[in-house]
């Protein structure tokens, strides 16, 4: 891609206040529910599921405006596993 083409490309994300140890700190929508999921979900699937589900809570509770939501959806083979350690249950 040619340097014009590249200027004309933008990333904007969607951030709020959240709630964080009892304190409101800005994060990206996406970004805040990604990381708040990563650690129970097993797949990809599972995580893009867990990240969603997260997302209807707060939105009926009145916690993310509706200018921020956003629904996730996986691109390419969604039932690979997620590696790392994972908290026995």
């Known amino acids: 891609m040619d340097d014009e083409g590249r200027s004309r490309l933008a990333?904007?994300?969607?951030?709020?206040?959240?709630?964080?140890?009892?304190?409101?700190?800005?994060?990206?929508?996406?970004?805040?529910?990604?990381?708040?999921?990563?650690t129970e979900a097993e797949t990809v699937s599972d995580w893009a599921a867990r990240i969603n589900a997260a997302i209807r809570r707060d939105r009926k509770a009145d916690k993310l405006p509706a200018s921020l939501w956003v629904q996730v959806r996986v691109a390419g083979n969604a039932a690979i596993d997620l590696l790392g350690e994972r908290p026995r249950r």
């Open 11 to 38: 990333c904007k994300a969607k951030n709020s206040a959240f709630d964080v140890d009892g304190r409101k700190v800005d994060r990206g929508v996406v970004s805040y529910y990604a990381a708040s999921t990563l």
